[in-house]
């Protein structure tokens, strides 16, 4: 196992607080978290320095899992195909941007996108703070292609390898390429939202990568990946329900197809994650264990926007408040996949795989407690303005 300190950035936001329920206060033994470094928030100095992107500050461990277990996903290249590779759809069979679009070649064009801004106009700030970070969210897709490139065994080593793992890769990246495309194009067309600024978080976002901890194990990296695509379906899920409810059926039209995929891709990775349980249920049960120790970090946790040190932070409390993607939400699909993975029925475990199977079992319920407790003594948020629509305040 290398170790290697990760440089001091600053910018550097937290992550929020049902990102990290903190419910244990235990940290993985294998890595520490020191504070997290900040300094100046002003784009004056920012723009006197060279890029320096935000970073999570603890030390950083790769390449974690034992090189013998390499052989295991090397193994598992048929299997893959038959059993992953089927939930990816023909290219012919998917829908794209432009079936959710004004087309732009028609004499209705200019009609059709003022009935879309019409529309537009009824959802409120608090809905589009939420829309614009899932988009920002999705538009930082090629750092999630790196992420699942830095995993031992299972990377594309070529860019254009044969294998099933890096035949997933590339095309469920290329699945995922049309989520963000089709929210940053009706983003643009509502003419609800500060482009440049939104343009401007999305290049900081890639910039700065991710941190998922995720260690190149692709034992830790499908655990992240299963849990991730489940966030999504539930906050697209969302946003789906509520432009229904503010009667834009269009959107909710967009979000709910942009869900369906996210789906169909969970499905994907809890069946990898279902198959290490059925091979090597110890070596996995430890690594559920270490990820949920460790917390889920959301995708976007280093967004910055040049203005807000703590954008992220302000984004997440707005979807917290306005239910598109709560600590709940990170309880509920941790009950799912403790489920989904029969984790409470597992049998022939070592002793301290037992130990993390009591722990991941229970950690639900103490997130729950704990989440209640906050929510009873939680005051009403501030209010905060924020660059994507124009330093409109929205509260927290
Ligand atoms: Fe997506
Ligand atoms: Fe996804």
């Known amino acids: 196992m290398a170790l290697k300190v990760s440089h001091v950035g600053f910018q550097s936001p937290k992550l929020p607080s049902f990102t990290l329920p903190r419910s244990s206060g235990v ?75 004004p087309e732009p070649s028609s004499d209705g064009f200019i009609e059709e996108v003022n009935e879309l801004r019409e529309r537009a106009k009824e959802l409120p700030d608090d809905y589009f703070v939420c829309l614009v970070g899932d988009m920002i969210t999705e538009e930082a897709l090629p750092t999630y292609q790196t992420m699942l490139n830095t995993l031992d065994g299972v990377r594309d080593e070529t860019g254009a390898s044969p294998t099933s793992w890096a035949i997933w890769t590339r095309a469920w990246t290329a699945e995922e390429n049309r989520h963000g495309d089709l929210l940053n194009k009706y983003l643009y067309l509502s003419g609800r939202v500060d482009m440049k600024q939104v343009e401007k978080t999305i290049q900081y976002l890639i910039g700065s990568g991710m941190d998922p901890r995720t260690e190149n194990s692709p034992y830790l990296g499908f655990i992240y990946t299963s849990f991730q695509e ?42 990898i994650v279902e198959k290490l349980f059925e091979i090597d249920p110890d070596g996995t049960i430890l690594a559920f264990e270490d990820m949920m120790r460790k917390k889920i970090s959301m995708p976007a946790h280093l967004m910055y926007d040049g203005r807000d040190d703590n954008l992220f932070e302000h984004f997440s409390a ?79």
């Open 27 to 101: 940290r993985s033994p294998r890595v520490s978290m020191a504070s997290t470094v900040r300094s100046t928030t002003k784009e004056v100095d920012t723009m006197k320095k060279p890029f320096s992107p935000p970073r999570e500050v603890h030390i950083q461990v790769t390449h974690s899992m034992p090189p013998e277990k390499v052989e295991i996903f090397k193994s598992l290249n048929d299997w893959a195909e038959e059993n992953i590779l089927i939930h990816l759809k023909q290219v012919e069979q998917c829908w794209q941007p432009q079936d959710f679009l």
């Open 230 to 271: 489940r966030a999504t379906f539930i906050s697209h899920g969302n946003t789906a329900r509520h432009a229904k409810e503010q009667g834009d059926l269009k959107l909710a039209q967009i979000c709910g197809t942009i869900a369906a995929d996210e789906r169909r891709h969970e499905t994907a990775y809890t069946k």
């Open 318 to 396: 707005v979807a917290q408040r306005i239910g598109v993607y709560t600590a709940k939400d990170y309880a509920d699909i941790l009950e799912h996949l403790v489920k989904r993975w029969k984790i409470e029925s597992l049998t022939g475990l070592s002793g301290r795989g037992e130990v993390a199977q009591e722990y991941v079992c229970t950690l639900a319920s103490r997130i729950r407690r704990l989440e209640e407790r906050a929510q009873s003594r939680a005051k009403q948020g501030p209010e905060v303005a924020f660059s994507w629509i124009f330093d409109r305040k929205v509260r927290l």
